[in-house]
Nanobody
């Protein structure tokens, strides 16, 4: 059973930065991603990395967020810069059983409990 634990969320002012981490209980060579869900909204893909290292970002975060992974530590990261109030959400990391995730919700089977990010103006 794959277990994921996110950390690094918090409250920051607009323009600030946060780095999220996701510790994965086992090594995986499959696609991984970060999703977020704001109150009253559907969960959406933010950034993903496929097994070949290809990254994909939502248009709303391109140029501001960077996804990376440390395979030796089984950890996924999300560096978030120039944060905006609209980035406020619960952020989840996820692991796919596929080599490519395409940031599609249905392609990810394993989920963490989430970490809250709040950006104030």
């Amino acid at each position: 059973q794959v277990q994921l634990v996110e950390s690094g969320g918090g409250s920051v002012q607009s323009g600030g930065s946060l780095r999220l981490s996701c510790a994965v209980s086992v090594y995986t060579d499959r696609a991984m991603a970060w999703f977020r869900q704001a109150p009253g909204k559907e969960r959406e893909g933010v950034a993903g990395v496929d097994s070949d290292g290809t990254t994909k970002y939502a248009d709303s975060v391109k140029g501001r967020f960077t996804i990376s992974q440390d395979n030796a530590q089984n950890t996924l990261y999300l560096q978030m810069n120039s944060l905006k109030p609209e980035d406020t959400a619960m952020y989840y990391c996820a692991v796919s059983p596929y080599y490519r995730g395409a940031l599609l919700l249905g392609r990810y089977d394993y989920w963490g409990q989430g970490t809250q990010v709040t950006v104030s103006s």
